[in-house]
């Protein structure tokens, strides 16, 4: 069964809370722990290139978050966060296992899901791609 107004809840709702949630951890990049201080966290985790890639990330972060909470690019932003939840997934918290308490995986892992959905399935039809360009299907065609 397919209900229009359920699916617009839906979306609106996944896209603008994983928006939120990434734009607040791009936020705490730059301004609790810094961007020398995410630089220097993400060396000692073994993040290549760290000193490029942390304030590319906060910022994708910080800026994607924002995107996504508007619906404005929001299936090519939701691709570029998947691949930075993927990064983070792999490179630093999937050896400590599920739970983040331990510096798990639950939290990228479920914002990489978060993100991929929107990816997938669009930003819906309360967003600014809808406005500007009418693009609310699902097609897979990540720019279309």
Avoid at 18 to 25: C, K, M, P, S, V
Avoid at 68 to 97: D, E, K, Q, S, Y
């Amino acid at each position: 069964m397919n209900n229009p107004a359920l699916t617009t809840i839906a979306r609106t709702v996944l896209r603008v809370v994983a928006g939120f949630l990434f734009a607040a951890h791009g936020w705490q990049k730059f301004n609790q722990f810094t961007i020398a201080g995410t630089q220097g966290a993400f060396a000692q985790m073994g993040v290549p290139a760290a000193d490029l890639v942390a304030p590319v990330v906060a910022t994708l972060e910080l800026a994607g978050g924002i995107a996504l909470i508007l619906g404005l690019f929001a299936r090519p932003v939701a691709l570029l966060l998947t691949l930075n939840m993927l990064g983070a997934l792999f490179l630093v918290h999937a050896p400590a296992g599920v739970f983040v308490e331990a510096g798990g995986f639950e939290l990228v892992l479920l914002l990489a899901a978060a993100a991929l959905a929107v990816a997938l399935v669009g930003p819906g039809r309360l967003s600014v791609d809808n406005l500007l360009f009418g693009r609310t299907s699902s097609k897979l065609a990540v720019l279309a």
